[in-house]
């Protein structure tokens, strides 16, 4: 039950797009469409962002959105805001017997 | 209004147990699989296990499997954690998160509990 990979820091200046990468194997991301995303700000709870690879759940802004290729997904914020300063996860369903694994994380600041 | 509250956190000894409840309220809790999640200080977010919606389904990661146990009470809208055997890298925020969707999905997490902090230290 490796962790998915993902870049420990991504940067960009309000209003650029950003995407951040989520690696995983033929195992996991690569085998389902069951790719979920959180952000989560300092001292608070996980918030699902992004679901089955590209879904939204109600409430969250249409600049968030997802993709998938092979074995990596990934996001992408467009018009970046000082909002979006936060750490972010991918979670990819791995079979019933290994579950759910979640990405290393990713730092997103806005500059 | 969807509610997870955890409680049940502290200090323990190596070796110790402890056992976290999950309180919901806001959704028909029998319907939905049910997770927990950890995070040890200043790391990443771990998943920790999961049951399905009947509570017949448990799954573990192999970090905790044979320590610890999972379990639901439908009639009491209650997740459960036992954790066993408990060692110093056990050391973690555990939140109880909310599948999207019944049966044992693996499909995300909608909604999250504020976290029950359990530190294992002599």
């Known amino acids: 039950q490796s962790a998915l990979t993902q870049p420990a820091s991504v940067s960009g200046s309000p209003g650029q797009s950003i995407t951040i990468s989520c690696t995983g194997t033929s195992s996991d991301v690569g085998s389902y469409y069951l790719v979920s995303w959180y952000q989560q700000h300092p001292g608070k709870a996980p918030k699902l962002m992004i679901y089955e690879v590209t879904k939204r759940p109600s409430g969250v802004s249409n600049r968030f959105s997802g993709s998938k290729s092979g074995n990596t997904a990934s996001l992408k914020i467009s018009g970046l805001q000082a909002e979006d300063e936060a750490d972010y996860y991918c979670?990819?369903?791995?079979?019933?017997?290994?579950?759910?694994?979640f990405g290393t994380g990713t730092k997103v600041t806005v500059l | 209004e969807v509610q997870l509250l955890e409680s049940g956190g502290g200090l323990v000894q190596p070796g110790g147990s402890l056992r976290l409840s999950c309180a919901d309220s806001?959704?028909?809790?029998?319907?939905?699989?049910m997770s927990w999640v950890r995070q040890a200080p200043g790391k990443g977010l771990e998943w920790v296990s999961a049951i399905s919606a009947s509570g017949v389904n448990t799954y573990y990661a192999d970090s905790v499997k044979g320590r610890f146990t999972i379990s639901r009470d439908n009639s009491k809208n209650t997740l459960y954690l036992q954790m066993n055997s408990l060692r110093a890298e056990d050391t973690a925020v555990y939140y109880c998160?909310?599948?999207?969707?019944?049966?044992?999905?693996?499909?995300?997490?909608?909604?999250w509990g504020q976290g029950t902090l359990v530190t294992v230290s002599s």
């Open positions: 998160a909310k599948d999207l969707y019944g049966g044992s999905s693996g499909a995300g997490f909608d909604y």
């Open positions: 979670c990819s369903y791995a079979g019933s017997t290994t579950f759910d694994v």
């Open positions: 806001g959704f028909t809790f029998s319907n939905y699989a």
